[in-house]
């Protein structure tokens, strides 16, 4: 990885804070993200062999929306080099104007073509075991990203709504989304599609509503999603893929190598 930093101007900082989203083009270069996808072709193969964190294999639905591997970079040095990179921790931090920012987890979500399903519309922050909201997830292009393939759509301002009930994305319909909210408040939805180059990104606030349409390519659409807490936040006791690996307690502090610091103002 290139240590060098991306210049993240403050008025990115402001759209962010604002919308809840920001595009980056040009984060990564081409053989950083080859890099990426090579490491990501050597995961997809070991999954047949290791526990990857894939999330729910009986739920034939889910399949259809995504390939999720979670915590690649715990197994894959590519990986771990660009989790764990000045580079893109350092955007997080600025984006959330926090004084540090600490790493979630990472996962890998391919959107494979043909049979293929949305990723209807849904909050993050909702599954995420934290008692304090603020943090974001970039989501890094490995491929072109378009409206046909499945590329990220926000709803601008919507991480100003709060947080509503977690849906299961294996079942729900893209209806679910008119479900909460009042109909004066969705006329005012302005979903933005933001399609990209590879190498380019989006953060995105945990509590911005996002969606990502069925791929209707020939090809399978990859993204490497990596997912950033403010320093301070803590743990609250609730059922997640990932479950409780540290051994954390009720009310305590993010810390420790499973959640590394990866930029500190």
Not at 150 to 167: A, E, N, Q, T, Y
Not at 186 to 209: I, N, Q, W, Y
Request: one cysteine or more; glycine letters at 8%.
């Amino acid at each position: 990885m290139r240590m060098e930093q991306y210049p993240v101007s403050e008025d990115q900082v402001r759209f962010y804070q604002e919308n809840g989203y920001v595009r980056l083009d040009g984060v990564l270069g081409p053989e950083e993200v080859e890099s990426l996808r090579s490491a990501l072709a050597v995961a997809v193969e070991d999954r047949r062999k290791f526990d990857r964190n894939e999330g729910p294999r009986t739920d034939p639905g889910y399949a259809k929306v995504f390939l999720q591997m979670v915590n690649l970079w715990e197994h894959y040095p590519a990986i771990r080099d660009y989790v764990q990179s000045p580079r893109i921790g350092e955007i997080a931090r600025k984006l959330a104007r926090a004084g540090s920012v600490r790493l979630w987890h990472d996962h890998a979500l391919i959107k494979y073509p043909k049979d293929s399903k949305p990723t209807v519309w849904h909050q993050d922050w909702v599954y995420w075991p934290m008692h304090q909201t603020g943090a974001l997830s970039c989501w890094m292009a490995l491929d072109d990203v378009t409206v046909r393939n499945g590329c990220m759509s926000f709803i601008p301002g919507s991480h100003k709504l709060g947080p509503r009930d977690p849906i299961d994305l294996g079942s729900a319909t893209e209806d679910e989304l008119l479900g909460m909210f009042p109909p004066d408040q969705r006329k005012k939805f302005s979903p933005v599609a933001v399609e990209m180059k590879a190498g380019s990104c989006t953060f995105h606030d945990g509590l911005t509503f996002h969606y990502a349409g069925p791929n209707v390519t020939e090809n399978p659409r990859r993204a490497m999603v990596t997912i950033f807490m403010p320093g301070g936040t803590t743990y609250k006791k609730l059922e997640h893929l990932i479950g409780d690996r540290a051994g954390l307690q009720e009310g305590e502090e993010f810390h420790g190598k499973l959640f590394p610091v990866v930029s500190l103002g």
